[in-house]
Nanobody
């Protein structure tokens, strides 16, 4: 299984970015996919997740109202639309697939992408 994340970059505060994560090698649709982020010197933290069947979404408090997670069933791809970006959103963003139980916990995910860097300048 491979997860290929893309879409990171440098953006000014208040700007927007859309991250993509394409999953390949899965024998079936994942139960869920999620986005996490990790800033230098900090632990990896949950950002958002989406359950594949039904499309239920979950967000960290820091992402609510600004970020939107969505999926493309045909492409097995998950997206993270990030609006109103803040300097504190600067992190490496990771996508992950197939959590067991709590989808807000990084350790529960079976597969991880390589990360994409988002830098928000003030």
């Amino acid at each position: 299984v491979q997860l290929q994340a893309s879409g990171g970059g440098l953006v000014q505060a208040g700007g927007s970015l859309r991250l993509s994560c394409a999953a390949s090698g899965l024998t079936a649709s994942p139960y869920a996919m999620g986005w996490f982020r990790q800033a230098p010197g900090k632990e990896r933290e949950f950002v958002a997740a989406i359950v594949w069947s039904g499309g239920a979404t979950f967000y960290a408090d820091s992402a609510k109202g600004r970020f939107t997670i969505s999926r493309d069933d045909i492409k097995n791809t998950v997206y993270l639309q990030m609006n109103s970006l803040k300097p504190e959103d600067t992190s490496v963003y990771y996508c992950a697939a197939d959590p067991r139980e709590n989808l807000k916990v990084a350790a529960r995910y079976a597969y991880w992408g390589q990360g994409t860097l988002v830098t928000v300048s003030s």
